[in-house]
């Protein structure tokens, strides 16, 4: 289907809705008391033949979602209105068949007192009356094709090129093009800086990487990534909440996460909660981006940036915004962050004082080693079966020679048999061996204590950490060859 998306990236096929600027029939004369009620909410009237006595929906993009907004039912003239107390939320939005399948496109405008005029078989003439933005659209439709052809004219002759010379020239029409183009955006946000269309223009504008300046002598091979980040986001607010109802915004910002910003979390820190701060007045935006970026960090792609979700409980959540959520969903995510809390990088990692193979108290804050792993397992979990084995590999074939510590914690009190025939089996020695009595676990549940398994998010096995010399921890949640590189990389870097 020919559509609106496709002639915002300058595709060459034409537009799947035109605005019509005939002057529609006349209506009734309307009271000041029924022409202020409609000005209020939404009266979009639509004929879609053959269509009759069904019902057609009203669609929108929700993100990289698309949902229903409204539906309207066609008599037997193919007749119908899109009509309710108030207005859409501005943006792209589409005409759904009975079938669900998409008919055509629409800009939907702040009056939202229009009429749409279509046929199923003859989408791409799909007729608007009575809306400026549509209008607009219309104009830069028709410019936009006759530039679009052009310029896939010009790629295809630029490819059968065999000199230089006529690639050279080519190369140089396709940049007049392209700039005729983004002249014409340009007129637009500057003529109407406060319509729909001016808004999609700015929201898929990115800047051009300017060259590399020489600076005392110096190339700044820096000063481009930093030009397109410190602009990438011109004309661009995140209050607004018709940005979601495109789907240019969502995939823009997930390609700055991934291309402009550090996946250092402090870093996306300082990005998160500029948006959302600025974005809070919001009313669909807000939560939005505030639920993504919970999602994203709750579940991060790299280690330690869960510590942004911590930061998005502590100073979101926890300050009013879990009315946002539903009970199941604030319980997941409260308990979510007071598993990760207390071991974040950086941090000390929390006391262990528990019980060894003997009965005697073996504590993690006791060991003095440059580094220590501590590995929570059960004996009879498949995947340690595998790991364990492999880590004491590892120890004996490297890091005892290092100083590395491992202290080991069997999470299951009442596996103590199990626990001791698989040191026994795999001459597992060398570590630290550990668990919390039946006595201990119930003592410190009568205390209201946080036990190891909240304050290590224990929520699988096995789980692991490094720790440096004085118990910070320094990385978790690794293979054992990410650590084994980790610890050679901290070495290396201290000289030894």
Same mark, same amino acid.
């Given at each position: 289907?020919r559509?609106i998306?496709?002639?915002?990236?300058?595709?060459?096929?034409?537009?799947s809705?035109t605005?019509?600027?005939?002057t529609?029939?006349?209506a009734p004369?309307?009271?000041?008391?029924?022409?202020?009620a409609?000005?209020k909410?939404r009266?979009i009237?639509i004929?879609?033949?053959?269509l009759?006595?069904?019902?057609?929906?009203?669609?929108?993009?929700m993100g990289?979602?698309m949902?229903? &907004?409204d539906s309207?039912?066609?008599?037997d003239?193919?007749?119908?209105?899109?009509?309710g107390?108030?207005?859409?939320?501005?943006?792209?939005y589409f005409?759904?068949?009975?079938q669900?399948?998409?008919?055509?496109?629409?800009? &939907?405008?702040?009056?939202?007192q229009?009429?749409?005029?279509?046929d199923?078989?003859?989408?791409q003439?799909?007729?608007?009356?009575g809306?400026m933005e549509?209008d607009?659209?219309?104009?830069y439709s028709?410019?936009?094709a006759?530039?679009?052809?052009?310029?896939q004219e010009?790629?295809a002759?630029?490819?059968a090129a065999t000199?230089k010379a006529d690639s050279?020239?080519i190369?140089e029409?396709?940049?007049?093009v392209?700039?005729e183009?983004?002249q014409?955006?340009d007129?637009?946000?500057?003529?109407?800086p406060?319509?729909?269309?001016a808004?999609?223009?700015n929201? &898929?504008k990115?800047p051009?990487?300017?060259a590399?300046?020489v600076?005392k002598?110096?190339?700044d091979?820096l000063y481009?990534?930093?030009?397109?980040k410190?602009?990438y986001?011109?004309?661009?607010?995140f209050?607004?909440d018709r940005?979601?109802?495109?789907?240019f915004?969502?995939p823009?910002?997930d390609?700055?996460?991934?291309?402009?910003v550090s996946?250092?979390p402090?870093?996306i820190i300082?990005?998160v909660?500029?948006?959302?701060?600025?974005?809070?007045t919001?009313?669909?935006?807000?939560p939005y981006?505030?639920?993504?970026?919970?999602?994203k960090?709750?579940?991060p792609?790299?280690?330690?940036?869960?510590k942004?979700f911590?930061y998005l409980?502590?100073?979101?959540?926890?300050?009013?915004?879990?009315m946002?959520?539903?009970p199941a969903s604030r319980k997941?995510?409260?308990?979510r962050?007071?598993?990760?809390?207390?071991?974040q990088?950086?941090?000390p990692?929390?006391?262990?004082d528990?019980?060894?193979?003997l009965?005697?108290t073996?504590?993690?804050?006791?060991i003095?080693a440059p580094?220590t792993a501590v590995?929570?397992?059960?004996?009879?979990?498949?995947?340690?079966?595998?790991?364990?084995?492999r880590l004491?590999?590892?120890?004996?074939a490297r890091w005892?020679?290092?100083?590395?510590?491992?202290?080991s914690?069997?999470i299951?009190?009442?596996?103590?048999?199990?626990?001791?025939?698989f040191?026994?089996?795999?001459?597992?020695?060398?570590w630290?061996q550990?668990y919390?009595?039946?006595?201990?676990?119930e003592?410190?549940?009568?205390?209201g204590?946080a036990?190891?398994?909240?304050?290590?998010?224990?929520?699988?096995t096995?789980?692991?950490y490094?720790?440096?010399k004085?118990?910070?921890i320094?990385a978790?949640?690794?293979?054992?060859?990410?650590?084994d590189?980790l610890i050679?990389?901290?070495l290396?870097?201290?000289?030894?």
């Amino acid at each position: 289907m020919r559509s609106i998306i496709a002639f915002l990236l300058f595709a060459a096929s034409f537009v799947s809705v035109t605005a019509q600027q005939k002057t529609p029939a006349k209506a009734p004369a309307k009271t000041p008391a029924a022409t202020s009620a409609a000005s209020k909410g939404r009266n979009i009237s639509i004929t879609l033949t053959p269509l009759k006595n069904t019902k057609v929906y009203l669609g929108s993009y929700m993100g990289k979602s698309m949902v229903l &907004m409204d539906s309207a039912v066609l008599n037997d003239k193919s007749q119908g209105v899109f009509k309710g107390p108030n207005k859409l939320t501005g943006g792209i939005y589409f005409v759904v068949s009975p079938q669900m399948t998409i008919q055509f496109d629409l800009l &939907m405008d702040d009056k939202q007192q229009f009429s749409i005029s279509g046929d199923t078989a003859l989408k791409q003439n799909a007729m608007i009356t009575g809306s400026m933005e549509n209008d607009l659209f219309r104009a830069y439709s028709q410019f936009s094709a006759v530039k679009g052809k052009k310029r896939q004219e010009l790629e295809a002759a630029y490819h059968a090129a065999t000199t230089k010379a006529d690639s050279t020239r080519i190369a140089e029409e396709l940049t007049v093009v392209g700039k005729e183009i983004q002249q014409y955006r340009d007129d637009i946000t500057q003529k109407y800086p406060n319509t729909l269309l001016a808004m999609l223009f700015n929201t &898929m504008k990115i800047p051009a990487t300017p060259a590399i300046p020489v600076v005392k002598g110096k190339p700044d091979s820096l000063y481009p990534y930093r030009f397109v980040k410190d602009h990438y986001w011109d004309d661009v607010s995140f209050n607004d909440d018709r940005l979601l109802r495109t789907p240019f915004f969502e995939p823009k910002l997930d390609d700055y996460f991934k291309y402009y910003v550090s996946p250092e979390p402090d870093s996306i820190i300082q990005e998160v909660k500029y948006m959302l701060l600025t974005a809070r007045t919001g009313k669909e935006i807000y939560p939005y981006l505030l639920t993504k970026f919970t999602n994203k960090y709750m579940t991060p792609e790299y280690m330690g940036q869960d510590k942004v979700f911590v930061y998005l409980f502590e100073n979101f959540y926890a300050k009013g915004d879990t009315m946002l959520l539903n009970p199941a969903s604030r319980k997941t995510i409260t308990e979510r962050a007071y598993f990760l809390m207390a071991n974040q990088l950086g941090q000390p990692a929390p006391a262990l004082d528990l019980t060894d193979t003997l009965g005697k108290t073996a504590s993690l804050y006791n060991i003095k080693a440059p580094f220590t792993a501590v590995v929570f397992w059960d004996p009879n979990c498949g995947h340690c079966k595998e790991e364990i084995p492999r880590l004491d590999s590892l120890y004996k074939a490297r890091w005892k020679k290092l100083n590395v510590a491992i202290y080991s914690v069997n999470i299951y009190e009442n596996e103590i048999p199990a626990w001791k025939k698989f040191l026994r089996e795999h001459k597992i020695e060398g570590w630290i061996q550990a668990y919390e009595t039946k006595a201990a676990k119930e003592a410190g549940e009568k205390a209201g204590k946080a036990n190891y398994r909240q304050l290590y998010d224990i929520t699988k096995t096995p789980t692991m950490y490094l720790l440096d010399k004085d118990k910070k921890i320094i990385a978790k949640q690794l293979s054992l060859e990410q650590f084994d590189d980790l610890i050679t990389a901290k070495l290396k870097a201290s000289g030894q």
